[in-house]
């Protein structure tokens, strides 16, 4: 009888019901329809001390790296008096009113661009499948296939490019086009392979058993599913290989 009793006495009466019926009426009539709600403004905080110092000193760093460049872009445009540009004379644009004057610089440019392009195509493809082939199987000997990837990236230029030289001799294989893009081959798989593995392990599997499911094969699953998540990876490998490929001389020397 006493919880009937709380009951009756917490229900609203019929007066209070149209009170309140009445109330928020009035209040959406007050309030426009397509006025939207305001969302709340976000709180920001002030900047951390260890924020702005770790900005200065990557941007410090990023100036220390890259002064030389700035340097040398800039002497390219100085007027030297003599055989050796070291001071500023002078401005001038006949440094770059014909550069391709000397055709032994143009031949090797040519050289260098072809190589880069050639074996970073080559090496994509073979980088991308070993990054793939670590991520998705689990064998006995994939420790060892690790070690072998970062080896090259570890090992001097000059102990890569000695050992090279003493395997293509080992085969009397003669020096030259096709021994320089296996050289760069060789070094470059290994930095296509860690840097579309670090993607790669990032990628839901889970939409490739979906794509099955729905009845595609393995090989459009990967060009239709997997390929396509994978790309910025696969395009910022190729980018550094043909950098390093570039860059490279010492193992092209040897």
Do not use: C
């Not at 969302?39 to 002030?46: D, F, L, Y």
């Not at 070690?147 to 395997?167: K, R, S």
């Not at 860690?194 to 599997?205: L, N, P, Y």
């Amino acid at each position: 009888d006493n919880a009937e009793q709380q009951h009756e006495a917490a229900r609203p009466d019929a007066g209070e019901v149209a009170y309140r019926a009445e109330y928020d009426w009035q209040d959406k009539a007050a309030k426009p329809a397509d006025q939207p709600d305001k969302a709340p403004k976000p709180v920001k905080g002030s900047p951390k001390w260890g924020d702005i110092v770790l900005r200065v000193v990557a941007g410090l760093v990023l100036l220390y790296l890259f002064l030389p460049i700035f340097v040398i872009i800039l002497f390219s445009f100085n007027n030297p008096a003599g055989k050796f540009n070291y001071t500023w004379q002078g401005f001038t644009l006949d440094n770059w009113l014909n550069p391709f004057k000397y055709p032994p610089l143009t031949e090797a440019l040519k050289l260098s661009l072809n190589v880069a392009a050639v074996s970073t195509a080559v090496a994509v493809v073979l980088g991308t499948l070993v990054a793939i082939a670590l991520v998705r199987q689990r064998w006995r000997g994939q420790s060892a296939v690790d070690t072998f990837l970062i080896l090259p990236l570890t090992a001097p230029e000059v102990v890569m490019g000695a050992a090279l030289l003493t395997l293509f001799l080992d085969f009397s294989w003669p020096a030259g086009y096709t021994t320089i893009l296996l050289s760069h081959i060789a070094f470059e798989v290994s930095f296509i392979a860690m840097t579309v593995r670090a993607r790669v392990r990032g990628f839901d599997w889970t939409l490739e058993d979906a794509s099955l499911d729905l009845g595609a094969g393995p090989a459009r699953t990967f060009f239709k599913v997997t390929l396509p998540l994978i790309v910025p990876g696969i395009i910022a490998a190729a980018m550094l290989s043909f950098a390093l490929s570039l860059d490279d001389f010492i193992i092209t020397y040897f």
